[in-house]
Nanobody, 121 residues
Framework: QVQLQESGGGLVQTGGSLRLFCSAS????????MAWFRQAPGKEREFVAA????????LYADSVEGRFTIARDNAESTVTLQMSDLRPEDTAVYYC??????????????WGQGTQVTVPA
């Protein structure tokens, strides 16, 4: 079973950029589609972006389309979220998630602990 750990969160000013990292260990990384979710204080968890097992297909939430880019490196067992033009509404705990099967069906069984991203107003 793959295990996930996020890193790269921090505080960035409006308009800035930040790259989040998710490192996987155990299992076979390419068996999983990968995704990023986020949850702001007092709000429900929301989908951010997903990527298929090969990296050949991606999905993005409308709120981040054009600003965020998800990518994966199966040789390194990592997935990243490159965030640009950050806004205060992007402030949240960001979670990495894995879906066995390799496609982006929304059935994410494995989750990291999260990393905080803060964009002050």
């Amino acid at each position: 079973q793959v295990q996930l750990q996020e890193s790269g969160g921090g505080l960035v000013q409006t308009g800035g950029s930040l790259r989040l990292f998710c490192s996987a260990s155990g299992g076979t990384f390419s068996d999983y589609a990968m995704a990023w979710f986020r949850q702001a204080p007092g709000k429900e968890r929301e989908f951010v972006a997903a990527i298929s097992w090969s990296g050949g297909a991606t999905l993005y939430a409308d709120s981040v389309e054009g600003r965020f880019t998800i990518a994966r490196d199966n040789a390194e067992s990592t997935v990243t979220l490159q965030m640009s033009d950050l806004r205060p509404e992007d402030t949240a705990v960001y979670y990495c998630a894995a879906e066995e099967g390799g496609w982006m069906t929304g059935e994410y069984d494995i989750w990291g602990q999260g990393t905080q991203v803060t964009v002050p107003a």
